[in-house]
């Protein structure tokens, strides 16, 4: 079939892969927001529509103190994950090879290789050890952890964008008589914002669903979103629950909106 | 110093349950468990704020505690624990000063097994593990384990099983006659070429089942009490049934931690929690019984009336203890479970 | 320049991190698998090779004197390498095509698509897990709208099959290979695949010499993402899978929970991560050698 106009961009079944991939990921978001809204107590039957969950989870002092910690925690630990990691991986990317690079790249890559269930019960050990010292309970250790399990995550989308960018950019910058720093600020830095923004983005999500980790870890009064799930896992989960989510995704969009507003400002 | 600045804010959010501050009290509960209503009526009584903290298992609770360091006061773990909690010394016996309400217990819960003549620990809730039974697909007599473990044609395959080790195998060894923490060999390889043959049949090992049964995607299971009556109310084909070969009573006991850093606030919520009318709040907000004398009266209609609350006379002494077997015992249950999961 | 060290400066803080909060902790676990489990989980401090033993043998239960390779830790093992490698192969063939469509949009709207991509993700796992299941089971929402159609009579048993957990483990672990895989593919170079078209290459070919090596970096990072953490997926093979079959990451929960042999639960932790590390250095040496036989 004959294509008035041949776009390079286009591969046959892509479009149709990914808007049906889209599909994939919110059809269940649909039904856990629609769920939310449910009169009744189940989680399959619609009983009509009302508001009393979300009425539930605001009135549920222990539910809103999770949900704000786990926020809290999700972009305090993510964005020091996301600036270790891209110094890392401006160390290690394009650079190379030196000694030690190795095992630089399977200590950054470590907290992946060990299911939670472990590094929970290690740190569990690890830090009880230093409260008992120290007296400190606070939430240092759980940014500590969180942020180290995000690293890898940060890290590995920066790396993958450095790997991309065309070290002659820098070159002609230097040749342009730029110190190394003008060169980094101005040209290397905006070039890895978008695996920057990637990074970011993974490290927070990850930190939202970090559990069991965090259930070692925590010390009194630290629940978090996750661990307050895990406790009701043998119970019943109420649609308060989806309230929550639901509240969670709303913040998200308005998250976005903001960015593209923000962003769309700018590009004028 | 990014990172101490973050330490240093996250030192003002998250640490309001600092050891040694007056009138505070930090309880450690299983999730789900606690009442708000609880917490909002002794902080009026008494003024002392309460921090609740969830886990999800006695073994997460246990671990935690035993490497210190973890600021709380008061902890509730089950009955097969507590001996454990006793023996390493991570719990203090009660102070009859201020726990005054102890003859509020039901003499029956009084001289417990785990804690003869509740020395250290006060009863938060128990249950018992049995069957529960859509009777629309199956109407035979539902006290059976046999139900699970050999089950007839129309409940194959739409068996759920919660993934409890213990609870599962001692039902399992019940139903061979053996005791708990048998080591008979003959018992358990019986047990274990049972499990292996009802394994087929089962559709999931799943906790989080009650919207599953509602839904209809289990016939028959192993499940609590309390659960399978949340399932009923919301769908009254299912009935719950008492294994007649034995079934596990459990309950789970609040206590005050060695180390607790307010000792005293943590005796007062004790105390607090043994009156009758506070006792009924636990249970109507858990869908479990409490075993304080007269608690029954402020209870909500619905659980008072309950077959799975209220256990008949008949099937009550098929009723048994769990117990904590010695590790070797442990692992051999370890090994049939891992098998028949592999 | 001088010398290596301001590579190592930039790592440091990372690495310090790292340090406290992963590898420190390891090796508590690797001490761990040399000893005795204690009373009720817990250790003591007894060395012991029993662990390690236990691992790959099993002595019968009933005949304690016949030893045998320990079968079900290596099927758990070796369905949880299987389970893995399938998720990711699923997590590639879709996002690569998403990620993709995300790098060929109008650059004021990438960022929109990427959110769209990890909004779903802001969610708590386990709702996720739960809605994912209100859609499959026997009268939800996907087996309704099939009877509705008229496609099917009855409905189709999804729930605790291989293919939930592979669905939800495609759903977990979509946003790990569409992200660095779009970050990749953002900076590529399109005026070489218009060379390829010039040459009068076909599309495929331009996908496999052109595109492919371009983004290859980013399908690294992808496939890592997603491989690792399914061997050690825990959850999803729990409620999706409906528990029946153990996933490595049910294995040794088990051992540190109601199994109560913390020894034996981190000498199976080592053994997972020697085998991930193995196979990263198999992946990665396998990736190179392409990438100097191409340049060869």
Partial sequence: MARSRFSITRLPGFGLIAVLTFVMLYLPIIILVVFSFNAGVSQSRWDGFSLQWYQAAFNNAQVRDVSLRSLWLAVTAASIATMLATLAALGTTRVGRFPGQTMIYALINQPLMVPEIVTGIALLIFVAAIKVQTGYTGMGYLVAAHTAFCIPFAYLPIRA?????????????????????????????????????????????????????????KSAGQDTLPTYMLGQLRRTVTPEMNAIATLFLALSLIVVTAFFLITRTRGR | MKRLAGWASAALLGSTALANAEGMLNLYNWGNYTNPEILERFTAETGIQVTLTDFDSNDTALARIRQGGHG?????????YIQTWISEGLIQPLDREIVTNLGNIAPQWMDVPFDPGREYTVPWAWGTTGVIVDTSVYDGDINSIGLIIDPPAELQGRINVIPEMSDVMAMAIYYHGGERCTTDRDTLRAVRDTLMAAKPHWLALDYGAVDSYVAGDFAAGIYWNGASMRVRLQNDNFAYGYPETGYPIWMDNAAVLTDAPNRDNAMKFINFVLQPEIAALISNFARYSNGITGSEAFMDEEMRTAPEINVAAELAEAGRWGQACPQEVNDIHTQIWTELMQ | MHGHGWKWLLCTPALIVLLLAASGPLLIVAVYSFLSPGNMGGVVWEFSLEAWFRVFFRRDIFEPDLVEWNRAHLQVFWRSIWLSLQTTFICAVLGFPTAWFIATRPRHTRTIWLFLITIPFWTNLLIRTFAIQEMIRNNGTVNAVLMWSGLIDSPIQMMFTEFAVLLGMAYVFLPLMVLPLYAAMEKMDFSLVEAGYDLYASRLNVLWHVILPQVKPGFIAGSILVFIPAIGAYVTPRVLGGGRTMMLGNLIALQFGQGRNWPLGAALAMLMLVVVVGALIFYLRVVGRNDEARRG
């Avoid at chain 1, 070159?171 to 978008?194: C, G, K, N, W």
């Fill in chain 2, 72 to 80: 709380f006061d008061i902890v509730v773990p089950s009955d097969t």
């Fill in chain 1, 161 to 217: 964008r450095l790997e991309t960018l065309d070290n002659a950019l820098e070159a002609a910058a230097a040749d342009l008589y730029a110190s190394p720093i003008q060169a980094f600020r101005y040209i290397t830095l905006p070039l890895m914002v978008p695996g920057i923004l990637a990074g970011f983005m993974l490290g927070f999500v990850i930190s939202l669903d970090t559990v069991v980790i965090t259930e070692f870890v």
